[in-house]
């Protein structure tokens, strides 16, 4: 039997800070992949596109859906936030599903990097940090009015919107990941040492649930942004808040 | 009861409990979604998105619970 065991990180303290190296390393994997990716797809670009660069097209025709469908026009100006928060998550969720296991580490063991709560919390409070700050970019003082619509004792209400915002996109991305690894871990602890290969449908199970949360997280933090550069004046439809 | 079981049974019943909500918000949903795509199949993409949304806050209940779970988890049972 397995043991089942999660939240180990090899700890590593360095310039005073204590680190978790296994994190590190997956998201440098991630990054790397996404840079290597990237400079590869952005290469001799032709007027009549290869088979790369199509599919790079399509990858910044989905990530355009998402940011012009949830802002209109003023999607194209945060379309790079979008399209790294959604590129980044995948990329990590995905790592998660390559079998980096089986290289030992002294403590804890290489997952996805959206599996420690420090990334997820960081990748929400950045969105955060991100609407605010395009909100009073956009409209100014103006911005605050909107905790005091539709009446001022709302304000309470309204503020608490912005701190469960960043705790609720964070435990989700943290929660999905981690439920995910620990039912496969529970899948290999129950089956008979022979059905080794009995957690592959949970797996692409897992793929399916690494896309979809990456698309959640751009598509809230799109929204979230909407909301936010909406302004009070003009008639902008946001379809969520 | 020791802490420890106690832990171990109140880990259970948060996640039990938990389910029920966003598993009947999730079906209404679903339900809505399928209406809305048979009724107005050009319409199809953005109730899809919609939904997903939709489902990630309803989906994020249920994760509170897990979480609640896994700090029982670590705070009595592996200690």
Redesign the interface.
Known sequence: MHKIEFGNHWTVQLFGLSVHMDTMLTAWIAMIILIIFSLAVTRNLKRIPGRLQVFSEMVMEFIEGISVGQMGNEGYKHIMLIGSLFLFILVSNLLGQVPLKLYHLPEGEFASPTNDLNVTVALALLVSVYYLGSGILKNGIKYFKHYFEPFWFMAPLNFMEDLTRPLSLSIRLFGNILAGEVIILVILGIVPQFLFFAPIPFMLFELFVAFIQAFIFAVLAASYVAAATAGHGDNHESTTS | MDPKSAAILAMGIAVGLAAIGPGIGMGTAVAAAIDATVRQPEAGG?VR??M??GL??M??LA??A??IA?ILL?KFV?V
Do not use: D
Request: glycine share 0%.
């Open positions: 953005e998105t919609l997903f949304i990630a806050f989906e994020a994760i509170y897990l979480l896994l670590v592996f």
